[in-house]
């Protein structure tokens, strides 16, 4: 009798890269990760930016991600995000306050006489609209689609698009900065050292929406700010009560929408396969939220391992773009068998 689909959980862990750095490198962390398709890019805490590749080097063996590439991104700083642009093939890259571009899934830099890297940049969020488009045909690859993001610097937003070439369009002023913001359209969720706030790019209007703390006494170490986006107009922030966490649903105008998600400790990293909310807590379990009911589905343990590395977990991923994952029961299924053939034609 077959299962009931509700009684199956929604998710499972599968290890896609065991080991990322030899012994040599042990000081050596990964920082950001993200993927696409069958290649997947890591980047390290000594700006170091590596590609793996799934490879099927043995038809009998299961396929597996190998190193293709590493290069130096930066010298002196960690990769702090990677945004993969799969509609332009382009991936940005952000270390030591610097966007850089590169090609995917090459990771060959794009020549500066180009496009010249930005600098001064705290963070920057690309249009989560634009990040959806799927990449085009290699016929019409040449073709380029616009892609809007806007980049947060110490106190103003700059506004950006990027074609074959990158075209800027104007700053609005950020009085008290921002160290993280996410985008949908024309508004931008960003927040501060206190407060998440709405941006309307268009308006160039900002107002306060929730404090990133509640409690009256900050807590040690300080709250990690969360913004995921939720849909094509929605997004979901994290406000720390002092006894536990509140995840708010806002749309993009800053009204609260749906309920809320709770967790009793603040999550390390939360990110989104909808229905579902992922997150990560500071227990090494990650918990899975439905957002229409906002009940959790499934609880997952984090895979044994040394404690050293348990400890440094740091984020889930999500990878709009898609990723593939080894099957032993591709490996299972694919066998040699023979076909029989009828000699001459069908008649009829």
């Known amino acids: 009798m077959a299962s009931n689909a509700l009684d199956i959980p929604p998710f499972q862990l599968y290890s896609l890269i065991s080991t990322i750095f030899d012994e040599s490198q042990s000081p050596v962390r990964v920082t950001a990760a993200q993927a696409l398709g069958s290649e997947v890019y890591v980047g390290c805490s000594n700006g170091e930016l590596l590609r793996f590749a799934l490879q099927a080097d043995n038809p009998k063996k299961l396929e597996s991600y190998s190193l293709l590439s590493r290069q130096t991104v930066s010298t002196s700083r960690p990769i702090d995000s990677i945004v993969i642009i799969p509609c332009q093939y382009r991936a940005l890259i952000l270390a030591d306050s610097q966007i850089h571009f590169f090609e995917v899934p ?33 016929a019409t690859a040449h073709i380029i689609e616009p892609i809007d993001f806007c980049v947060v610097k110490r106190r103003a937003i700059a506004l950006y698009t990027l074609r ?52 009256e006494d900050l807590p040690e170490p300080a709250i990690k700010p969360s913004i995921t986006v939720i849909g094509d107009s929605e997004f979901l922030i ?82 709009l773009g898609g990723y593939l994952v080894p099957s032993t029961q591709q490996l299972e299924k694919m066998k040699v068998t023979k076909v029989p053939l009828i000699r001459g034609g069908i008649t009829t």
Request: glycine share 4%; with cysteine.
């Open 106 to 138: 090459s990771l060959d830099p794009i020549p500066q006489n180009i496009i010249r890297p930005l600098r001064h940049v705290v963070t920057f969020a690309v249009d989560h609209l634009h990040l959806k488009r799927p990449p085009p045909p290699l």
């Open 164 to 215: 074959d070439r990158l075209h800027y369009h104007k700053e609005i002023p950020l009085p008290q900065g921002g160290v993280l913001a996410k985008r949908i359209g024309h508004s931008l969720c960003v927040v501060d050292a206190v407060h998440y706030n709405i941006v309307d790019l268009e308006q160039a209007s900002l107002f306060p929406i929730l404090p990133l703390s509640q409690a």
């Open 238 to 319: 994290l406000s720390w009560t002092g006894m536990s966490t509140l995840g708010v649903f806002i749309t993009g105008e800053g009204d609260a929408v749906r309920g809320t998600l709770e967790w009793p400790s603040h999550p390390e990293s939360v990110c989104l396969d909808y229905p579902f909310v992922t997150s990560l807590l500071p227990n090494n379990t990650i918990e899975i939220h439905n957002v229409e009911t906002q009940s959790i589905v499934q609880v997952i343990s984090a895979p044994a391992t040394d404690d050293h590395v348990s400890s440094d977990r740091v984020a889930l991923v999500a990878s």
